[in-house]
C-alpha cells in the first residue's frame, strides 16, 4: 500500500511507502501535518497518481481523459519472468537497480525493482554490492 502525500510548505506531492520523514522536493522535515491526497495498492498507480497531483489544474482534466484507464501489465509475474528480467540488467554479473527497473518495464512487468532486487537478496540469487547495485550469485 502506497499514500501520495502533499508537502505542507512547498505543496508538491510525492509517495511513500510506510512513514515520510522529509519532503523530497524541498528538504522540509516532515510533520503530522502532511496532506494525504490518495492511497494506491501498487507502485504504478502511484506514479499515476503522484503525475495527476502535481499537474497544474488547468491541464488536469485534458490530461485525465487521454491516459488510460488500464494498461496491460503483469502485475504477479513468474519467478522465470522476473529472473529473465535480473539477468538482462546483469552487466558482469552486476545488477544495477536503474537497469533493472527498466528491464521490467521492458517486459510489461509492474513491480519496483526494488522489491524484486530485495526479494532476490532473501532468495540467496543476489547479493548488494553497493546502494543501487546487486551481484548475481548465481
Known amino acids: 500500500m502506497y499514500t501520495v502525500v502533499r508537502c505542507s510548505t512547498c505543496g508538491r506531492c510525492w509517495g511513500v511507502k510506510g512513514k515520510a520523514r522529509k519532503c523530497p522536493h524541498c528538504g522540509n522535515p516532515t510533520t503530522n501535518n502532511l496532506q494525504i491526497v490518495s492511497v494506491v495498492d501498487n507502485a504504478s498507480e502511484l506514479q499515476k497518481e503522484v503525475s495527476i497531483a502535481n499537474m497544474p489544474e488547468s491541464i488536469r482534466d485534458e490530461l ?3 491516459i488510460p484507464n488500464k494498461v496491460l501489465t503483469d502485475k504477479e509475474p513468474s519467478f522465470t519472468q522476473l529472473m529473465a528480467c ?3 540488467a546483469a552487466i558482469d554479473d552486476v545488477v544495477d537497480i536503474e537497469r533493472l527497473a ?3 518495464r521492458g517486459k510489461g512487468i ?5 522489491d524484486v532486487a530485495e526479494e532476490g537478496i532473501s532468495q ?6 553497493g546502494k543501487n547495485e546487486f551481484l548475481l550469485l548465481q
Open 102 to 104: 527498466g528491464a521490467l
Open 64 to 66: 485525465l481523459s487521454k
Open 124 to 129: 540467496g540469487l543476489l547479493m548488494r554490492n
Open 86 to 88: 535480473i539477468r538482462i
Open 110 to 114: 509492474r513491480v519496483a525493482a526494488e
